[in-house]
């Protein structure tokens, strides 16, 4: 059975504690790894919102119009002090929220887009483009067997290849189809480990875009990095 980093989010409400489970290694890189807050991101399929207050707060958390700002959903804080929340991403297109830190409702600091509702208090806004998920995917671990599929969004009508670790850095040997316009994939099959990698736009070398884990090769090269639990 595969080794799994098990990360517990509490979600705080008035009636309900429960935890929701996070299982990849990569996102629990990320969080741990975040020295200041930064705007709202979809990384994957999680919504990753954080902050830093300004003073030493004792609670963070956020609410959201998809359950009418039914639930606080609390923020966890890292080892250098910033406060995060990660989430499923929606299936909405748009989402209201506020945020609330020792009691006190504010607008997210992080997010500038934010709206009026009917009682004349700003609510920050997330907007979710239909596309979003597709486009956040990259790569995705799709099973048990080391199903990996790799995507890479850039202009219609390119030749896009994949090389790393797992085909030698063969230039030609993985190639990615072009699934709609100007979106391309792959899939393969790998072995647990950690694996570098790059695509080739036109026979240019790009590191994944979606994938913040990066390194450098031994000739100087940006590749990307991926991370298959065993």
């Known amino acids: 059975m595969k080794n799994r980093v098990i990360l517990l989010f509490l979600i705080f409400s008035a009636s309900l504690l429960q935890a929701f489970e996070v299982t990849d290694i990569n996102l629990h890189l990320k969080i ?5 807050a930064a705007p709202p991101e979809v990384w994957r399929d999680h919504l990753i919102l954080s902050c830093v207050p ?16 039914q639930t606080v959903h609390s923020y966890q804080k890292n080892e250098h002090g910033v406060y995060f929340l990660i989430l499923p991403l929606p299936d909405r297109e748009t989402v209201d929220y506020r945020i609330v830190i ?34 956040q995917l990259s790569p995705v671990i799709k099973d048990d067997w080391g199903t990996v599929e790799f995507y890479i969004q850039t202009h219609p009508g390119k ?21 709609e316009p100007g979106l391309y994939a792959a ?8 694996y570098a990698y790059y695509f080739l736009i036109d026979g240019e070398p ?17 590749v990307s990095i991926l991370f298959i639990p065993g």
């Open 159 to 179: 030749r896009v290849y994949l090389a790393g670790d797992f085909n030698r850095w063969d230039p030609y040997m993985t190639v990615l189809k072009e699934k």
């Open 32 to 36: 741990t790894g975040m020295t200041q």
């Open 102 to 135: 020792d009691g006190i409702w504010l607008e997210d600091p992080e997010n500038r887009n934010r709206v009026r509702d009917r009682n004349g208090l700003y609510l920050s806004r997330l907007s979710f483009p239909p596309d979003q998920r597709v486009r």
């Open 187 to 194: 899939e393969l099959s790998l072995k647990p480990g950690r």
């Open 206 to 222: 790009v590191p994944d875009p979606l994938n913040f884990q990066k390194n450098q090769s031994a000739t100087g090269e940006d």
């Open 54 to 69: 300004s003073h030493q707060a004792r609670f963070v958390g956020a609410a959201f119009s998809t359950d009418n700002f």
